[in-house]
């Protein structure tokens, strides 16, 4: 899957580098604001790549465990573990501990990925599973509503980072939205893609629905600003295990 081979590059970190711990700091504090949780709350970092957000909240005096599929973002995650801060690598469509966490975050549209739609469901069953009773988890996506209307019939702009030039395409098919990525390095032409399901606030509802959540709040951005379908730039969702 593209994701396997994209995640696990060094280029995928060096195109994403504005996504520094600051704006981590502040996405964290402000919904650990709104979640209130017990003190001895317990964590679960799902699709927690180098580990920002894990940090974050384990300076804040709670239990994390991270879980990423890269090899590569789990070793240097690992470099920070300490007392009550773990990592691991692993899928997130497979149970790590049953009925153990308070909170499972999913963070930076780290969903809908997969080839089989089927895939969403398990997953969502999965992170019910590993929920203790009344768990919550939040998951934050892309306003693809917003997402649609920006790329149109196709958007095209260019990213300078660390000397290189990306080159980033966009474009929408009958499922996804779609980005490609190329670029060259020591006269080495590069191509990654990037493809998430074009996931409404309507199929988002289904699917927790059918794995027995119930959605709690909606917001959409960083400072937990209220939903709107046509501006929000994220579709952020703070649901309850039943």
Not at 71 to 88: D, H, P, Q
Request: some cysteine; hydrophobic content about 35%; aromatic content about 14%.
């Amino acid at each position: 899957m593209w994701y396997e081979k994209w995640f696990d590059s060094p280029f995928y970190h060096i195109l994403y580098g504005h996504r520094d711990e600051r704006e981590a700091k502040h996405f964290i504090r402000n919904l650990i604001n709104y979640l209130e949780p017990q003190p001895d709350s317990k964590f679960l970092d799902l699709a927690c790549g180098k580990g920002r957000h894990s940090v974050v909240i384990n300076k804040l005096g709670y239990s994390v465990h991270g879980i990423d599929l890269s090899e590569n973002s789990i070793e240097c995650a690992k470099e920070m573990e300490g007392e009550n801060l773990t990592f691991s690598v692993g899928d997130m469509r497979e149970c790590y501990r049953a009925n153990t966490f308070n909170y499972v975050l999913n963070l930076f549209t780290s969903f809908g990925y997969f080839s089989l739609w089927e895939d969403h469901h398990k997953t969502l069953q999965v992170i019910h599973d590993q929920l203790q009773p009344n768990g919550t988890l939040v998951l934050d996506y892309v306003n693809v509503v917003k997402t649609e209307k920006e790329i149109g019939n196709g958007l095209s702009y260019l990213i300078e980072n660390e000397g290189i030039t990306f080159n980033i395409r966009k474009s929408l098919s009958e499922n996804h939205v779609n980005k490609s990525i190329d670029f060259k390095v020591n006269d080495r032409d590069f191509h990654f893609s990037e493809h998430i399901w074009r996931l409404h606030l309507n199929e988002f509802t289904t699917l927790l629905e059918s794995t027995s959540f119930d959605i709690q709040t909606i917001y959409g951005d960083y400072e937990l600003s209220k939903f709107s379908p046509s501006s929000s730039e994220r579709l952020i969702i703070i649901a309850q295990r039943k």
